[in-house]
């Protein structure tokens, strides 16, 4: 697994509070990594795409991109003065998710993080238009952090598919069982298996395999349903040795059953592979994986198959 040793701050520069800055420099403390401060920044109307390009135009660009980085910096120095290593970026890019990606590629950071939101009357994470589009095209490890306090031991929950239903590699669940354990090792954490299988499944494949009215065996369809899952899960989880009370095999829909879990045992972070192959080998989020991830009530961690390309044009587009 890689190791993290750079990180990625996305900055929002028209609000004062910073948790995803928070929640970056807390783990760059922790792991010794390299912190990078970014604000990716575009105004249409001084980009000169409306009308010629101009020397003044092209002057207002420089001088908002040094305010930027000034403001950066007053919030690199803080950090600074806890021996944490920060540098600072501005940049001229747009949309801002491709921004953020170009920057991610291109800095050769191993992890993302950017602030998310949580809705003030329901508990669950309010994705934006650029956090789905990040979703679906950062590379990178995304890390989507909501404005709640860290617990003093950290729980993650690794979500994982062992039956790989929708076409995701094995590898990753690997992959997202060994983040768990190395972020919880840095930051004394504890590390959950979580994996949700719905039972109407194996029901309705009976049912629509049934040529004449029969009465057929509902509680066995189930039972084996249950026992196929629950020996590839245990596979997994005993390789990569999560106690067995953190083991958590559930029937139901993931997006109903993994925030309730998360609820259940005040989960910090669910770290999930959030994608999947359709038959045209491209990369698209899932009616599930979109219903679960809005109603975590936690923070969200990404990870993509190692085969992941980002459909982001890597081009410089600063001068745009």
Request: hydrophobic share 40%.
């Amino acid at each position: 697994m890689k190791e993290i040793k750079k990180i990625l701050a996305v900055i929002d520069p028209t609000t004062q509070d910073q948790p995803g800055v928070s929640r970056a420099a807390w783990l760059a403390k922790k792991t010794g990594a390299e912190l990078e401060l970014l604000v990716c920044y575009y105004n249409e109307y001084l980009s000169g795409d409306r009308l010629f390009d101009s020397p003044s135009l092209e002057k207002a660009r420089k001088q908002v991109i040094e305010n930027q980085e000034q403001y950066l910096e007053t919030l690199a120095e803080p950090l600074r003065s806890e021996n944490i290593t920060v540098k600072t970026s501005a940049v001229w890019d747009h949309p801002l998710h491709e921004g953020i990606v170009r920057h991610a590629v291109s800095s050769g950071a191993d992890i993302v993080f950017k602030d998310t939101h949580h809705h003030s009357a329901v508990t669950r994470a309010l994705l934006t238009n650029t956090d789905w589009n990040l979703i679906r095209t950062c590379p990178t490890r995304l890390w989507l952090v909501k404005p709640d306090e860290m617990s003093e031991t950290p729980v993650f929950i690794a979500a994982i598919d062992p039956m790989n239903q929708h076409d995701k590699p094995a590898a990753l669940d690997d992959e997202i069982l060994q983040l768990s354990k190395t972020l919880a090792d840095k930051v004394a954490g504890e590390v959950h298996a979580f994996h949700s299988y719905d039972p109407r499944i194996a029901v309705a494949t009976a049912t629509a395999n049934a040529y004449i009215p029969v009465s057929l065996p509902f509680d066995e369809i189930e039972e084996q349903m249950h026992e196929d899952h629950q020996k590839r899960f245990n596979e997994i989880i005993e390789f990569h040795k999560v106690d067995e009370d953190k083991q958590h095999l559930v029937a139901g829909l993931t997006h109903e059953e993994l925030p309730a879990k998360a609820t259940e045992i005040g989960a910090n972070v669910v770290i999930m592979g959030a994608v999947a192959r359709n038959r045209w080998k491209r990369l698209f989020i899932g009616a599930t994986a979109e219903r679960t991830l809005e109603h975590l009530p936690c923070d969200l961690l990404i990870v993509k198959p190692d085969w992941f390309k980002t459909p982001v044009d890597m081009a410089n587009h600063e001068a745009a």
